[in-house]
């Protein structure tokens, strides 16, 4: 199993940008799914976060009406849709998928351990 997290880039503020996830091996329906980031000297944060099934999604404070998790299962991946982008987003952003179906979006993306498997990252830069 793996997950492939790309889309990541360099854009001015108020860009938008899609990270995908393809997840290999998954069965999305199977898996809460979240996306984190972690910028330079900060602790990895969840940003979004939607359970199985979408049943459920979070997002972060400071993302809310900007960015919005979403899943393809046809193509068997994972985005993340960004609008409205800030300096403040400059970050590397992974994916993740965890196996814990029965807690709400909103614990997965309080929780970076609750997720076993993560992508390798990738990096969004936002800056004039």
């Known amino acids: 199993v793996q997950l492939q997290a790309s889309g990541g880039g360099l854009v001015q503020p108020g860009s938008s940008l899609r990270l995908s996830c393809v997840a290999s091996?998954?069965?999305?329906?199977?898996?809460?799914w979240g996306w984190f980031r972690q910028a330079p000297g900060k602790e990895r944060e969840g940003v979004s976060c939607?359970?199985?099934?979408?049943?459920?999604?979070y997002n972060e404070d400071s993302v809310k009406g900007r960015f919005t998790i979403s899943r393809d299962n046809a193509k068997n991946t994972v985005y993340l849709e960004m609008t409205s982008l800030k300096p403040e987003d400059t970050a590397v952003y992974y994916c993740?998928?965890?196996?814990?179906?029965?807690?709400?979006?909103?614990?997965?993306?309080?929780?970076?351990?609750?997720?076993?498997?993560w992508g390798q990252g990738t990096l969004v830069t936002v800056s004039s």
């Open positions: 993740a998928a965890s196996s814990r179906r029965q807690l709400g979006a909103w614990q997965l993306c309080r929780g970076p351990s609750l997720f076993r498997n």
């Open positions: 939607v359970t199985t099934k979408g049943g459920g999604t």
């Open positions: 091996g998954f069965i999305l329906d199977d898996y809460s």
